[in-house]
């Protein structure tokens, strides 16, 4: 099971990503949390990213479709993979369409999960994540519920940057969502309805 996952900031990606992952048993693979990674570690791809993604802007593609490339190659992959994140432009969808053919893979699933930019602005500046092991809270979360560790807010979960995150997202991602209507391989889940629903919508959408 191949699949992609659209759609904007804080539609709620991350977390249908990990429960498809236990689902069907197969490697996330999170554009976001690869370079968040990057950055963490000070490497060079970290220190190139960083200044896009502190202002809500895209990493070149030509950095972030490298770093698919290899991640594709990996083995736990092989089973089958989930795009969190990415494509995010028509070039990264078009290098990930030819780098499936010359593997002989294909995408089985582009699933869109569609929210309003009022609900999405609401959610991310209010979004909480444990410092310690990533577990996605709210406001109102002291500490971790999972591991006690402190909760902090990203550095681009603030109200400017999540504005320029949207507008990046209509702008750039946003018309990926005709391109794989148009390669009938799309699904339209509405995501304002709670996590556990939106995975039910999905899995009946894609008969599993
Ligand atoms: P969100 O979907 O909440 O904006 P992500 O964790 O997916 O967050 O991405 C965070 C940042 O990482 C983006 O704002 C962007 O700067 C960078 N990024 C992630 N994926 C890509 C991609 N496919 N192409 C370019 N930049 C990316
Ligand atoms: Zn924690």
Redesign the pocket.
């Known amino acids: 099971m191949n699949i992609v996952l659209l ?5 709620g ?2 977390t249908q990503a990990e429960k498809l992952v236990d689902a069907f048993d197969i490697a996330h693979i ?4 690869i ?2 990674a990057s950055v963490k570690a000070g490497t060079p791809l970290g220190l190139e ?1 960083k200044s ?2 502190d ?7 030509s ?2 479709i490298g770093l ?1 490339k290899e991640r594709l190659k990996e083995e736990d992959a092989e089973r089958g993979f989930i795009l ?6 028509a070039t ?1 969808a078009v290098a990930l369409a030819s780098e499936l053919e010359e593997l002989g893979r294909n995408i089985d699933y582009a699933i869109a999960v569609e929210v309003s930019p009022e609900v999405i602005i609401e959610r ?1 500046c209010s979004r909480r994540l444990c410092k310690a092991c990533g577990y996605i809270g709210s406001k109102g979360d002291e500490a971790c519920p999972l591991c006690a560790g402190e909760m902090c807010q ?1 550095d ?1 979960d603030n109200p400017d940057i999540v504005r320029n ?1 949207l507008d ?2 209509t702008k750039s991602t946003a018309p990926l969502i005709d391109y794989y209507r148009g390669a009938d391989l799309l699904i339209e889940i509405d995501g304002i309805q709670s996590p556990e629903d939106v995975f039910k919508s999905i899995k009946k959408a894609m008969k599993a």
């Open positions: 759609g904007a900031p804080g539609a990606k991350g999170s554009t976001g949390n370079l968040r990213a896009f993604m202002a809500g802007e895209l990493v070149p593609d950095v972030v698919v969190d994140g990415f494509p995010r432009t990264q991310l990203r681009d995150r990046v997202y």
